[in-house]
């Protein structure tokens, strides 16, 4: 009995194996209308999809499919190819940048002003006050843009042009807080935020300080030159690690990809390992999944692809749709979503190892029932957050009477657990309640002494 057993074990396992390949889907976004540029993906907390595009002067504004697009459907089930969930809510605009704030409102960044929308994309206003933006000039698509970034945390809205880094409150409105002429990219971890400006190097500024630190790349590595034209950064939370990209545009397209793990430790991240041609190619964006692995996109005249680092390079070229990576954005599911010019999306789930088709995959903000339940003395509750934000997490009981708060701070994506001890309470039924910005949810638990 106990030989059948381990065979139906081994038949169920060999399948999984068989089963978890790589799956791609496509999405082409101009629905019938000419090309645009893919320049921005965002997932609000409840799984739609927004899409920043853009004119890229091959087509009128009249048949450009320009704008904030809206994806509706599901990508695992309805479509491949389909156009018809592709509607776009504001139109006539070049949107570099798409975020959402604490409000759960989506602020999209246009040539000329930030739009904010509270319903769902389907009516926008302009944000008070908008500075008027600086021009730079963007070599991969050979137009002259002025949002380059934007990143909305800590209750506060960053933006860089050109020429500038501004941050908006509600409360304080614009602020010009680093002025370093030159396309700007930003990525914020626990400490503060990194800037990467091309041509200048990298600036960093901790969240309780209204200060400067700034790296020059090109003084970290000697003989490169080349460090210093930053194209990109990205923050990885599964080992802390700072990932910059940079390539001087020129014959040579000298630069690299580097690695920061603190203590003023920096690593060259060879290019060996990959076809020759791409050795000389322009590295343009980077991200971080969910797993620790690094990906970047890549547009040349001779070579489009993506790469994948986690302590080797692998290379997806077959399998993108387009060319000219524009944006790489990771979802809740760590699905990889590639912006491509051409108005085209490609969207790649990994499936490695042993699936298992049971397993819950949890929504972008969730809160998840504690372990173990009923419980004595501890139990564990967990909760998954889809942006930065203040986060409380309050026990309450029948009566409504708040007895414990266990959480009551600003906190990053990513799913979070704490433990509650219970000694010091009567046996009974309790409430837990969870609330990010305008996502409130309250569970029950039983505590048995």
Not at 163 to 190: D, Q
Not at 403 to 417: D, K, M, T, Y
Not at 419 to 437: C, D, E, I, K, P
Request: with cysteine; charged share 20%; proline share 2%.
């Amino acid at each position: 009995m106990k030989g059948k057993k381990m065979l139906v074990f081994l038949l169920v396992w060999l399948a999984g194996m068989v089963n978890a390949q790589d799956v791609w889907k496509y999405i082409i976004t101009y629905n019938g209308l000419k090309a645009c540029v893919v320049y921005s993906i965002a997932f609000s907390s409840e799984g739609t999809v927004f899409i920043g595009a853009g004119n890229d002067n091959r087509a009128s504004w009249k048949d450009s499919a320009n704008g904030v697009i809206r994806i509706e459907g599901d990508i695992e089930s309805d479509f491949t190819y389909n156009t018809h969930f592709a509607k776009t809510v504001l139109k006539e605009k070049n949107i570099y940048g798409i975020v959402f704030d604490d409000e759960r409102r989506i602020l999209a960044g246009s040539d000329s002003a930030i739009y904010v929308s509270s319903d769902n994309g389907d009516h926008w206003t302009i944000l008070n006050n908008t500075p008027v933006f600086e021009k730079w000039y963007d070599t991969s698509n050979k137009v002259f843009r002025t949002i380059s970034d934007m990143v909305y945390t800590h209750n506060t809205l960053w933006v860089g042009d050109g020429k500038y880094v501004y941050n908006y409150t509600e409360s304080g409105g614009w602020k010009t807080i680093l002025e370093a002429e030159g396309k700007k990219s930003f990525t914020p971890t626990p400490e503060g935020m990194y800037v990467g400006v091309y041509s200048k190097g990298l600036y960093f500024r901790k969240w309780i300080e209204n200060k400067w630190q700034y790296t020059d790349m090109d003084s970290v590595f000697p003989g490169l030159d080349g460090a210093n034209f930053i194209q990109d950064v990205a923050f990885s939370r599964k080992d802390n690690s700072l990932w910059v990209i940079a390539t001087k545009k020129d014959e040579f397209h000298r630069g690299g990809v580097f690695r920061f793990t603190g203590l003023k430790k920096w690593d060259y991240i060879s290019r060996s390992g990959l076809p020759l041609e791409i050795i000389a190619e322009l590295f343009t964006v980077v991200a971080v999944d969910s797993n620790g692995a690094v990906w970047f996109g890549i547009t040349g005249d001779n070579a489009d692809g993506a790469f994948k680092w986690d302590g080797k390079w692998h290379r997806y070229y077959d399998e993108l749709k387009a060319s000219g990576i524009n944006c790489i954005a990771i979802d809740a599911q760590n699905r990889k979503w590639f912006g491509h010019n051409g108005g085209w999306i490609s969207v790649l789930t990994e499936r490695t190892g042993v699936e298992d088709n049971s397993a819950h995959i949890p929504n972008q903000l969730a809160l998840y029932q504690n372990y173990p339940n009923p419980f004595n003395a501890e139990t564990t509750i967990s909760y998954q957050l889809a942006r930065p934000g203040k986060v409380k997490l309050v026990i309450y009981d029948l009566l409504g009477k708040k007895v414990a708060i266990l959480v009551n701070e600003f906190q990053e994506p990513g799913r979070h657990s704490v433990t509650f001890n219970a000694n010091a309470l009567s046996s009974g039924v309790y409430l837990y309640r969870l609330q990010a910005g305008k996502y409130i949810e309250t569970r029950k638990m039983a505590f048995a002494k």
